[in-house]
């Protein structure tokens, strides 16, 4: 496996000195290579966090332009973005932020048609994007790779985040808890809804340290399971999802 630098030693100290962790956690982070479905409020949290953590490959997948709407809760975005391709601006903050991350920008709309070729070869997707109809390509997509999905949301007050790995006989797959009814509709978007600022971190910041224990492989093994934020009680609720035995992604 691979080898860390001196460099990378110090920078990743508080990692390895977590006994959980460690130079061989560390090199796991460093082998592995996760895509993020959206840069928005949930995927401008994660991004900072796979970055700093030393996660080797990033890819960056959204074909918005920053907005002066974003950055009332999009922390890698400035002003002077306004207007430029989203991808780009995250993978520059990427750069500066950690160089011996390898991290593409793909300034495209994920859809059915391009979502196999755009996620397959990745340990892990984070999916943060605003609308159902894209989650479902996404999990559709991911079943079918057999690649593990971390699955996140927020609107108004309330969060969520799972984690899937719905090619696995007991496990649920995304399809599995929305259901059919969203394939085409784009519904439930938070300029529809509105969301407050920092939820959008609490939550992409809990799906980023979703992220980061699977690769280590660390922490009891939640796929299947989905976590609900409320930010006016702050309470976190987790429930188990059953498998649907009639869903036509995950149960042939
Ligand atoms: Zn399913």
Known sequence: ?????????????????????????QRRLKASSIAIVGAGGIGSTAIPALAGAGVGRLTIIDD?????????????FRESDAGQPKADVAARFVAALNSTVEVAGVRERLTADNAGALLAGHDLVLDG?????????????LTRLRIPLVSAAAVQFQGQVGLFRGWEPDKPCYRCFVGDAFDSEDCDTCADQGVL????????????LMALRTIVG??????????????????????????DPGCRACSA
């Open 129 to 141: 994007c605003d609308n159902f109809a894209t989650r479902l390509v996404v999990g559709d997509t």
């Open 1 to 25: 496996m691979t080898e860390l630098s001196d460099a990378e030693l110090e920078r990743y100290a508080r990692h390895i000195v977590l006994p959980q962790v460690g130079g061989i956690g």
């Open 218 to 243: 660390i922490g009891e093994d939640v796929a299947g399971s989905l976590f609900f934020f409320d930010g006016l009680t702050l309470d976190w609720r987790k429930i188990r999802l059953p498998k």
């Open 64 to 76: 918005d332009m920053v907005d002066l709407s974003n950055l009332q809760r999009q922390p890698i």
């Open 197 to 208: 600022g920092a939820l959008t971190a609490t939550v992409g910041g809990f799906a980023a």
